[in-house]
Structures are given as structure tokens and as C-alpha cells.
């Protein structure tokens, strides 16, 4: 992905984009393990050492209530697609466990195995790819994890690329519900 039509993007604008977006949002994401800080370092440290987690719902997590809010009452789409290692890091089998949350509250996970997709670049969002005003959101990081930069995209057939890879890697991915029950995570 070229940066001929993009541009850096603040959290803030980020942040936006998910309250403007008018049908759909997708991600792409695929590392074995984020940098966390906050309260989600307080549930990834109870998950590793091996305590209940804290409470997270509606109630106690504004992402969850602001994802539920447009999947619930406005009808919108959210869709994760999760590329994991074979066996799962530490951290994705945490996170796998976090996604029970967000799929409660209308968020669509699917699971693919890194040994069928491959390696698939830059993590991403997608928003309304669709619509007449689509725009994705390449997440660069560091080695460790740490978030680097967002760049947005509008450039049409850049987006057209991203749609690309994440229905091929869509395809070879599973429901996270059936990935969790043949006991991968």
C-alpha cells in the first residue's frame, strides 16, 4: 500500500470515524500480540494470571455501548476477521476471549489460521466500503506492538485492494463461536 493517496490520521479523527460511518465497519487485523494499556492491561494481566476478568459490557466499556448502540438500534455491520498463530499466542487466546464480548453486542468475528492466509500486511479498518464515500484506515506498529500511526485512505482502488484481501482471507476464516468450540482458543 503506497501513500500517494493517504494521509496520517489523529486519534481523535480516528475516533470519528466510527461515530460518522453510515452502514459498516470491518478489520483486518493480524498481529500476535498488541501493546495494552489502561484497563485493558488490567484484563490481559487477570487473564494471565489466571483471575476472573474484569466486568466488561455496555455498562463499563464505552467501545462495547458505542458498538452496540449502531449494531442494535441503527442496524450497522461490524465485522472482525482475526488472523492467529498456530498454536495461539498468549495473547490471542485473551483476546478471543474478549471477543465473546463484542460479539454479544452485534460485532461479527471470524478466525483464520496465519498458515492458510499467509502474511497479510498491514492491519486495517474499513468504513462503509460500499457507500460513496468509503475510507479505510491502515494501523502501523511497532515490532512490540505499539500503535506507530493511522493513515487514512480514500483513494477508490486502494480500498478496492483492502476489500480484496479481507474476502480472501474471509474465506478461510471461521466463526469465532466454532473456532472456540473445537477448542483452539
Given at each position: 500500500?503506497?501513500?500517494?493517496?493517504?494521509?496520517?490520521?489523529?486519534?481523535?479523527?480516528?475516533d470519528s470515524?466510527?461515530?460518522?460511518?453510515?452502514?459498516?465497519?470491518?478489520?483486518?487485523?493480524?498481529?500476535?500480540?498488541?501493546?495494552?494499556?489502561?484497563?485493558?492491561?488490567?484484563?490481559?494481566?487477570?487473564?494471565?494470571?489466571?483471575?476472573?476478568?474484569?466486568?466488561?459490557?455496555?455498562?463499563?466499556?464505552?467501545?462495547?455501548?458505542?458498538?452496540?448502540?449502531?449494531?442494535?438500534?441503527?442496524?450497522?455491520?461490524?465485522?472482525?476477521?482475526?488472523?492467529?498463530?498456530?498454536?495461539?499466542?498468549?495473547?490471542?487466546?485473551?483476546?478471543?476471549?474478549?471477543?465473546?464480548?463484542?460479539?454479544?453486542?452485534?460485532?461479527?468475528?471470524?478466525?483464520a489460521p496465519?498458515?492458510?492466509?499467509?502474511?497479510?500486511?498491514?492491519?486495517?479498518?474499513?468504513?462503509?466500503?460500499?457507500?460513496?464515500?468509503?475510507?479505510?484506515?491502515?494501523?502501523?506498529?511497532?515490532?512490540?506492538?505499539?500503535?506507530?500511526?493511522?493513515?487514512?485512505?480514500?483513494?477508490?482502488?486502494?480500498?478496492?485492494?483492502?476489500?480484496?484481501?479481507?474476502?480472501?482471507?474471509?474465506?478461510?476464516?471461521?466463526?469465532?463461536?466454532?473456532?472456540?468450540?473445537?477448542?483452539?482458543?
Open positions: 500500500m503506497t501513500a500517494e493517496h493517504s494521509r496520517g490520521l489523529t486519534a481523535s479523527e480516528f470515524l466510527f461515530d460518522r460511518f453510515e452502514t459498516s465497519v470491518a478489520r483486518l487485523e493480524a498481529l500476535p500480540a498488541y501493546a495494552v494499556g489502561g484497563a485493558e492491561a488490567e484484563r490481559l494481566s487477570a487473564y494471565r494470571q489466571g483471575r476472573a476478568r474484569p466486568l466488561r459490557s455496555v455498562v463499563t466499556d464505552p467501545w462495547l455501548a458505542r458498538m452496540a448502540i449502531s449494531t442494535l438500534t441503527a442496524g450497522k455491520s461490524w465485522t472482525r476477521v482475526r488472523v492467529v498463530d498456530e498454536p495461539l499466542t498468549d495473547y490471542q487466546r485473551y483476546q478471543l476471549q474478549s471477543y465473546r464480548e463484542s460479539q454479544a453486542v452485534g460485532e461479527q468475528v471470524q478466525i496465519r498458515s492458510q492466509v499467509g502474511d497479510v500486511g498491514t492491519d486495517f479498518w474499513l468504513f462503509d466500503e460500499h457507500g460513496d464515500q468509503p475510507r479505510a484506515v491502515l494501523m502501523h506498529y511497532h515490532s512490540d506492538g505499539r500503535l506507530d500511526r493511522r493513515e487514512i485512505v480514500e483513494h477508490r482502488e486502494q480500498i478496492a485492494d483492502l476489500v480484496a484481501l479481507l474476502r480472501r482471507v474471509a474465506v478461510r476464516a471461521v466463526p469465532l463461536n466454532e473456532f472456540l468450540s473445537v477448542g483452539c482458543g
